[in-house]
């Protein structure tokens, strides 16, 4: 029997190893910075730093922009001059509506410039009923509302218009705001009235001044004319009429009413019409003709403390 010699078999791993090199080099020659679709550094370059766990890449797909700046804020507006900032103004709304349910009070005397008057009166009224108290109170009211816009701080010579109270005298009314008085020293004080003329062609307001008392209106003299002056002149420019039965031109002089003898500071007493008077009344009743008055009045008071 024939011996067939045994083959033996080439060992394969040396094959293998030499693929895997191959595949190897491959590899390693598309990994520099020129090979396409690859993030890892050529030989040289600075290792990239992975970013933290959690961390999102500011320009990730989905992130929130970064806000918008802030525009700058526009100064606040300045506040609206008030030319009577510091001023004070003391207004007397003349009478009161209780008046005449107290006739001993009232008709008290009382000192008024060197004599004696009575504390109060009644004041008069429209033939309709609309009472003189009534109407100063309201044209009072409405001008320290104007007034204090301005700056101006206001004070009345009685705290309401009620039937069920009296007064105060006319020579309380006068000191109010004096020099040296319990409150502050006022700038200017004005009355406001109404006249209650029959005659049937009395028609119209007037101004009234004081006129000179020695030791009594001799201070205010000179001030209280020019406070006159422009008080006839701003109810003129304002469509009012001056009047046709009393004073000159608008303005009346007197030296027996005591709310004035008593002012130690500029004064005067406006009569805004004749509440007997139709045309007057008509106005005196209205709303909007209160409203006129306290205006003429407001610029009166403005012109002649900045002017």
């Known amino acids: 029997m024939t011996r067939v010699p045994t083959r033996r078999r080439v060992p394969r791993p040396a094959r293998a190893s030499a693929g895997l090199l191959a595949v190897a080099v491959l ?54 001059p008030r030319p009577l900032a510091g001023r004070v103004v003391v207004l007397d709304p ?22 004696t008057k009575a504390c109060n009166t009644t004041g008069t009224a429209s033939d309709d009923g609309y009472p003189e108290a009534t109407f100063a109170w309201e044209v009072a009211v409405e001008l320290r509302r104007q007034l204090r816009r301005l700056g101006a701080r206001v004070l009345l010579t009685r705290d309401d218009n009620a039937a069920d109270a009296w007064g105060p005298c006319i020579d309380e009314r006068g000191r109010l705001g004096n020099p040296g008085g319990p409150g502050p020293t006022a700038d200017v004080r004005v009355s406001i009235h109404a006249d209650g003329n029959r005659a049937s062609s009395a028609h119209g307001f007037h101004v009234i001044r004081p006129g000179r008392r020695d030791g009594w209106t001799d201070d205010v003299l000179a001030p209280s004319e020019r406070l006159a002056v422009a008080l006839r002149d701003a109810l003129v420019a304002a469509g009012f009429t001056p009047s046709t039965y009393l ?53 009166a008071i403005r012109a002649f403390l900045t002017g």
């Open 247 to 299: 004073g000159v031109d608008g303005i009346d002089v007197r030296t027996d009413l005591g709310t004035l003898n008593h002012s130690d500071v500029p004064v005067v007493m406006a009569e805004l019409g004749n509440m007997r008077d139709p045309r007057d009344a008509d106005v005196m009743e209205r709303a909007a003709g209160r409203q006129r008055y306290a205006r003429a009045l407001g610029a």
């Open 94 to 115: 003349g009478h009161q509506l209780g008046n005449a349910r107290f006739p001993a009070e009232i008709n008290r005397g009382v000192d008024a410039g060197g004599f």
């Open 27 to 80: 590899v390693a020659g598309c990994s520099g910075t020129d090979a396409p679709g690859t993030g890892t550094p050529s030989a040289g370059s600075p290792p990239t730093s992975a970013p933290a766990p959690g961390a999102v890449s500011p320009d990730a797909a989905g992130s929130t922009p970064p806000p918008p700046p802030t525009p700058p804020q526009s100064p606040e507006p300045p506040e609206p």
